[in-house]
Structures are given as C-alpha cells and as structure tokens.
C-alpha cells in the first residue's frame, strides 16, 4: 500500500505538470494505453487467453465506470489545486469506504466508527467551503474521491473470484478503448518532453493500480487505511520541490483531523490497539 501511495503521488504530480497544455481525456488515454500491453502479456503468459476469462463482466464494467469517472475528475481538478490540498480532501477515501462497506457489503460498523466518518466529514466541508475560485474544483476532487472509494469496494468484491491481472486488464481495457473514442475531437501531437511526461502517468498510474489490487486482495481496504496518510507527505514535496508552494494551516490542520478518524477507523477495523495491550500486559 505505501509503494501504491507512492506511485500514485507521482502520477498526480506528473498529471498536473501536463493539465494545462492537454485534455483530460488524452491523459487518461496514456494512463490506460501504457501498462495496456504488458499486462495483457502478463497474464496471458501465466496460462494463456483462458486467464482473461470472468465470470463477472457487470461487476468488472461498474468498477472501470467507477475508476474512469475518478480519474476524469481527478485530472481536471488537480489543475486547479495544490497537491496538499487534493491529499487533504483524498484523505476522505478510508471514511467512505468505511461507509460504503457497511451499506453495500454488510459489514458492521459501530456508532463510534460512524462517528468517526461523520466527523471527518464536517472537516471537509469547513475546508472545501467558500474560498474563492477553487471551491468548485474542491468539490470535483471530493467526488472523485467518493467514485474511488467505490471503486476499492468493487475490487474487494471482484478478487473474491478473479485474479489481480484480470482485474487490471479489464481496468485499462475499459480506459484505454473510452478515451481513444474522444481523441478525434481533443488529441494535441506532444512534443519530445511531454511524450515522456505522458508516458510516466501511464507508468506510475499502472503501478498504482497493480499495487492496489495486491493489497486489497491481501487486506481489507479498512486496515490499508493508515497507509494512505503517507500521501501528504509526497504532496507536500512535490509542491515544495515542483512549484515552491507551502501547505496552508488549514489544510495541514484538516488532513490531521481526518487522519485521525480514519486512524480510528482502521484501528477498531483490525483490533491492533487491543492486541498490543494485550500483548503487553502479557509479557509483564
């Protein structure tokens, strides 16, 4: 989870240095098009064109309209803000996946816990608040971060019965054939530096995913949560580093908060606080 932390700060860094010279829709296409083959040689490799096979094909087309539709909005938005403020209002991914596990999957989710997710809501509404031109912008990265969320519970649901490779080929399939429809009407011949700018989405956000599948197939996505709180880190050095922008007050202070619920979360999610006590008094 911290390599898909990781490698998806990269990617939302590298999207921001091509937003304003490029549609959407052209990096998306790159983000898909790049790790397109090799995962389809991947898998195909590990026993042939019977690999590819599922016995989903609804589940696997609302997951890939759930990852399409958050990465659109994730792209536009991200020309608009800094990177610190996208992780802050990000930060909301544990808190909806928490919600959602409870309304779709069934999982229990005590008041507390509900608490927690509703707190870490009304932090987000006093940052996503009026402040000027980037209010709307806010909102577009808040329901990007509600669609991946969503998405995170489909992966869940889809690794039950189908492969991490599967899921990912169908993920940039999906991606690659929507926005290769709309590049008649949008596509912008890049020059040498922003080809390989390009490429790199596709690189890191490929990554991203592979690593994301693994992890949830491994875990529940409640107790990767902490995980996903490394994402201030890089997005701070990026905007330090890349555009000589400081972190606001509010946003640090903001992150912190929802951090916090969404440490709580995933605490009472995998009891590791009562184990270490345990554990502790155990061993006095």
Not at 51 to 72: D, I
Not at 177 to 194: C, Q
Not at 270 to 278: D, E, I, K, N, P
């Amino acid at each position: 989870m911290l390599l898909c932390v990781g490698f998806f700060s990269s990617m939302s860094a590298t999207v921001k240095l091509l937003a304003g010279d490029y549609s959407t829709w052209q990096i998306i296409l790159f983000r898909n098009l790049i790790p397109l083959p090799i995962v389809f040689l991947v898998v195909v490799g590990r026993g042939g064109l019977d690999r590819l096979s599922t016995t989903r094909p609804g589940l696997h087309f609302v997951r890939n309209a759930f990852a399409l539709l958050s990465n659109l909005l994730l792209f536009f938005g991200l020309g608009y803000v800094a990177l610190a403020d996208a992780s802050a209002i990000q930060f909301t991914s544990p808190l909806f996946v928490t919600a959602l596990s409870a309304l779709v999957l069934g999982d229990r989710v005590g008041p507390r816990r509900w608490i927690a997710v509703f707190g870490g809501f009304c932090v987000i509404l006093f940052m996503v608040a009026p402040s000027g031109e980037v209010q709307w912008a806010s909102l577009i990265l808040l329901a990007s971060t509600l669609l991946y969320g969503s998405m995170v519970i489909a992966t869940r649901i889809l690794s039950r019965t189908d492969s991490s490779g599967v899921i990912f080929f169908y993920l940039c399939l999906a991606g690659t054939l929507v926005s290769a429809a709309v590049m008649p009407w949008v596509w912008i011949t890049p020059g040498a530096a922003d080809l390989l700018l390009l490429v790199l989405v596709g690189v890191f956000g490929g990554l991203s995913q592979w690593t994301l599948v693994n992890a949830v197939r491994m875990v529940s996505p409640a107790i990767l949560a902490p995980f996903e709180y490394s994402l201030i880190l890089w997005a701070v050095g990026f905007d330090i580093l890349l555009w000589q922008m400081q972190p606001s007050a509010t946003t640090l202070i903001g992150a912190a908060i929802i951090a916090v619920a969404g440490l709580y979360i995933a605490q009472r999610e995998s009891g590791f606080a009562t184990r270490l006590l345990s554990s502790l008094r155990q061993r006095r």
